[in-house]
């Protein structure tokens, strides 16, 4: 049981970390949405 909920914590860890990353991805694509259309 031990090895199943090792498995379930570093799928929860990379699941936050996916969210984080989707999350980053997703701020500087529309930062720099922004700045193109400030730009014209």
Not at 1 to 30: H, I, P, R, W
Request: proline share 0%.
């Amino acid at each position: 049981m031990k090895f199943g909920g090792e498995s379930l914590l570093l799928l929860v860890c990379s699941l936050l970390y996916a969210g984080l990353a989707v999350d980053a991805l997703a701020y500087d694509y529309t930062a720099s949405i922004e700045a193109s259309l400030f730009d014209n």
